[in-house]
C-alpha cells in the first residue's frame, strides 16, 4: 500500500510543478500526436485523430530502455503486460487480462508463424531494426481476423532516410549478456535497401532450488534484408527476407532448436492520390527441434504460412476513405504433439471492408466489418466494429467503440493426441465453436502545453472461452466415463493407460467478463525533466484461474540535456505489480527500479549504462509469475553512427 500511495503522491506534486510552470510553447505534447499510424484503421492517420485508443512507442524510447526484445520493452513501457512461464520454461504473455494466443503480433502488418504454448518466439522480434510500434488493445478482428480479440501489436521497421547509414551496437550484461549488431542502409532516388544483422546471447541465470522453473542460457541470431524500388509515381516494389535461429541450452548434451526462414514481396499502386492498391505475399516457416550434440538434429514441429493479400483504399474526399480487402493463407503444422507426428494443414479465406469518415473538424465515425473463414473446422464468422471520436477543441479528445472479436480454434487445439511428460495425454476437440467477444471502450484524453493525460475503461464479454479440462481416466480403480475420447475407443484407453493417468481435453468453457480501468499522464517541461505514470487496474469475473493482477503501475522520471558536441539524458523507471490470489495460491506484489544514463558524444557516438533492479528485490519464491532476477545487474551498451562521421553532405 505504501507503494501505491508513493507513486499517487509523486503524480499529484507532479500536476503541482505543472500548475507553476509557465510555458510559452504550449504545442510540444502535441508532436507526439502529430505521427502517423496505421494499425488502428490500417490506413496512415494522425494519432490523434485515430479513433481508436493506441499506444505509441517510439525509436526514441526504444534507445533509452535499451531492451533487447520485445520482451523486454513492453514490461518496461506498459504496465498491463506481464511474462511468466509455463511448462519447459517456455514464456508466456499476460496482456490485462488476455494470453498470447488472444494477442495479434505483427511486424510491417504481417502476422508471424510459430507458437510455443500459444505464444509466438517474442525473441523474433529484435530492437535494434525498430521505428515505432504500434499498439490497439481491445478486439480487432473486423480488420484483423483470429488471435486479434485482446489486441494488435504492430513492430514498424526502420526505412531509409538518407543516402547512406550505418550503425555499430554492443551491450554486455551480468551473467554474460551479450548484444552486437549491424544496421545499414543505403537510400537512391529509386532505390532503397536495409540489412540487419543481430546477435544475442546470455548465460543460465542460477535461481536455486527454490524456483519452479529454470532460467536457461541462449544464442540467437537474427539477419534481415528488406529492399524497395520505385518504378515510377505509380508504381513501387518491396522484398524481404529474413532468418532467425535461437538455441536455448537445455542440458548439457542437448540444445532446443527454434529457426525461422521468411520472405515477402509487396506490390503498391497509386493511381491519381485518390486510389491505392496494394498486393503482397508472405512466406514464413517456423520450426523446432532437439539437437544433441552427437549431431542427431530431430525436428519435431514445424508452421508453415503462404499468405496473399490484397487491399484497396478510396479516398471519396479528403474526409471520407474507405478500404477493402481480403487474405488468403495456407496454415500448415507438423508437431509431435499429433499422433504419429503427423502433418495438417487447413485453408483461410477472409473479406473485410471499413469506412472512416470526419464528418466535420468535431466528429469522426469509424465502422467496418469483416468475413472469415477456416477450412479445418468449416468455420465461418462475421465480425463488426464501430468507433465514434469527438474533439470539442485541441485540448480534449473522446472516444467509444465497440468491436466484436473472435478467434478460431487452431490445428493443435482440434487434432491435439499425445503424452505430456509420461504421465498425462492430452486431446483436441474437434467440436470446438470459436471464441467471440463483444468489447466496448471509452476514453478521455486531455493535451495542454506541457501535460497530457488520458482515461480509459473497458469491457470485454467472452463467450466459448478454449482451454483444457483436466479429469482422471480412473477412479478407485473403476473407469469413469469420458466426455471425449479423440480417436481412441474405450478398450484402447484402458490398455495404454496406467491407473495413475490424467487426461486433459480442449473445450469451450464458461462465459468471462474482464473489465479495467487505463490512465496515463505526462509532464514535459522546458528545462529537460519528463515525468510519465500509467497505472492500470483489471478485474477478471472468473478470479480462480486469473493470471492476472489486479493493480498495477509504471513511473518515469527523465532529465535531458544537450550541448554542442555533448548530451546525455538520465532516467528511473518503477514498476510495481500488485498481490495475485488465484486457485488457493499467493504470488507476492513486487517493486523493481531501472536506473538509465545515456550519453551522446560527438559524431554519433553513444554509450548507455543501465543498472536494473536498483534496490536487489529478489522474491521469495521464483514462482511462475515472478521476475527472473537475483538482485541489482548491470548492462553497458555501445552504438555508434558512423555516416556521423562524415559531416551533413549525408543529412
Known amino acids: 500500500m505504501n507503494r501505491i500511495f508513493f ?3 509523486m503524480f499529484f506534486f507532479s500536476c503541482l510543478m505543472a500548475n507553476a510552470q509557465e510555458r510559452k510553447d504550449e504545442d510540444v505534447m502535441n508532436a507526439e500526436l502529430e505521427e502517423f499510424v496505421v494499425t488502428g484503421t490500417r490506413t496512415p492517420k494522425l494519432l490523434k485523430d485515430v479513433p481508436v485508443v493506441t499506444r505509441v512507442v517510439s525509436s526514441e524510447e526504444i534507445e533509452r530502455t535499451d531492451a533487447t526484445n520485445m520482451q523486454d520493452l513492453l514490461q518496461q513501457e506498459l504496465p498491463c503486460a506481464e511474462f511468466s512461464y509455463t511448462m519447459g520454461s517456455q514464456t508466456s504473455l499476460n496482456f490485462q487480462g488476455f494470453n498470447g494466443k488472444d494477442v495479434l503480433f505483427l511486424i510491417d502488418g504481417e502476422r508471424m508463424a510459430g507458437e510455443t504454448l500459444d505464444n509466438v518466439d517474442f525473441t523474433r522480434i529484435s530492437m535494434d531494426d525498430v521505428e515505432r510500434i504500434e499498439i490497439v488493445k481491445g478486439a480487432a478482428s473486423s480488420l484483423y481476423g483470429s488471435n486479434a480479440v485482446g489486441g494488435v ?9 538518407k543516402p547512406w547509414s550505418v550503425r555499430l551496437n554492443s551491450k554486455w550484461g551480468s551473467h554474460k549478456e551479450h548484444r552486437h549488431g549491424l544496421n545499414a542502409a543505403f537510400k537512391t532516388k529509386k ?9 544475442n546471447g546470455q548465460d543460465p541465470i542460477d535461481l536455486g532450488e527454490n524456483s519452479a522453473y529454470k532460467a536457461y542460457g541462449y544464442d540467437t541470431w537474427n539477419i534481415k534484408e528488406k529492399l524497395s524500388y520505385q518504378f515510377s509515381p505509380l508504381f513501387s516494389l518491396s522484398g524481404h527476407a529474413g532468418y532467425f535461429i ?8 542437448q540444445d532446443n532448436r527454434f529457426r525461422d526462414f521468411s520472405g515477402g514481396l509487396r506490390g503498391g499502386f497509386d493511381f491519381n492520390g485518390k486510389n491505392n492498391l496494394e498486393v503482397s505475399y508472405l512466406f514464413d516457416q517456423y520450426d523446432k527441434s532437439d539437437y544433441y550434440y552427437d549431431q542427431y538434429d530431430i525436428l519435431d514441429y514445424r508452421n508453415v504460412q503462404h499468405t496473399f493479400r490484397t487491399q484497396y483504399t478510396h479516398n471519396f474526399t479528403d474526409s471520407l476513405v474507405l478500404i477493402a480487402g481480403g487474405d488468403v493463407m495456407r496454415d500448415y503444422l507438423m508437431t509431435y504433439q499429433f499422433a504419429d507426428t503427423a502433418g495438417k494443414y487447413q485453408y483461410t479465406a477472409d473479406l473485410f471492408s471499413q469506412a472512416d469518415w470526419n464528418i466535420n473538424r468535431y466528429w469522426n465515425v469509424l465502422a467496418g466489418i469483416r468475413y472469415d ?7 465461418n464468422h462475421l465480425t463488426g466494429k464501430a468507433a465514434l471520436m469527438y474533439k470539442p477543441d485541441r485540448r480534449w479528445n473522446f472516444r467509444l467503440s465497440y468491436a466484436g472479436g473472435f478467434r478460431a480454434p487452431t490445428l493443435k487445439e482440434t487434432d491435439q493426441e499425445f503424452l505430456m511428460g509420461g504421465f498425462m495425454y492430452i486431446y483436441g476437440n474437434k467440436e470446438l465453436k470459436p471464441e467471440s467477444s463483444n468489447n466496448f471502450q471509452l476514453s478521455s484524453e486531455y493535451t495542454k502545453g506541457i501535460l497530457s493525460a488520458s482515461v480509459s475503461g473497458f469491457v470485454n464479454a467472452f463467450k466459448n472461452r478454449i482451454n483444457t479440462r483436466y479429469d482422471s481416466l480412473y477412479y478407485d480403480s473403476k473407469p469413469i466415463t469420458r466426455s471425449f475420447r479423440g480417436n481412441m475407443s474405450p478398450a484402447e484407453v484402458e490398455a495404454i493407460c496406467d491407473k495413475r493417468d490424467m487426461y486433459a481435453i480442449y473445450e469451450n468453457m464458461e462465459s468471462l467478463v474482464v473489465s ?17 505514470l500509467s497505472y492500470v487496474y483489471t478485474h477478471e469475473s472468473n478470479t480462480l484461474s486469473s493470471s492476472t493482477r489486479p ?6 522520471i527523465e532529465y535531458r540535456k544537450d550541448w554542442k558536441n555533448y548530451g546525455f539524458n538520465v532516467g528511473t523507471n518503477g514498476r510495481y505489480m500488485s498481490e495475485l490470489k488465484t486457485e488457493g495460491q499467493t504470488y507476492e506484489d513486487y517493486m523493481i527500479w531501472k536506473l538509465s544514463f545515456m550519453q551522446r558524444f560527438y559524431k554519433g557516438i553513444n554509450l548507455n549504462f543501465v543498472v536494473d533492479n536498483l534496490f536487489g528485490w529478489t522474491p521469495s519464491y521464483y514462482s511462475a509469475v515472478s521476475p527472473t532476477t537475483t538482485g541489482t545487474s548491470f548492462s553497458l551498451g555501445l552504438s555508434l553512427d558512423i555516416d556521423k562521421w562524415f559531416g551533413k553532405e549525408n543529412d
Not at 551 to 556: G, Q, R, T, Y
Request: positive net charge; aromatic residues 6%; hydrophobic residues 40%.
Open 373 to 379: 473463414h477456416f477450412s479445418a473446422a468449416s468455420l
Open 7 to 9: 507513486v499517487v503522491g
Open 551 to 556: 493493480h498495477a503501475a509504471n513511473a518515469k
Open 191 to 199: 532505390l532503397a535497401s536495409t540489412t540487419n544483422v543481430q546477435k
Open 246 to 253: 535461437r538455441e536455448r541450452h537445455y542440458s548439457e548434451s
Open 516 to 532: 479495467g480501468i487505463n490512465a496515463d499522464a505526462k509532464l514535459r517541461f522546458d528545462f529537460g525533466v519528463n515525468v510519465g
Open 153 to 161: 501489436i504492430n513492430v514498424i521497421t526502420k526505412k531509409p532516410t
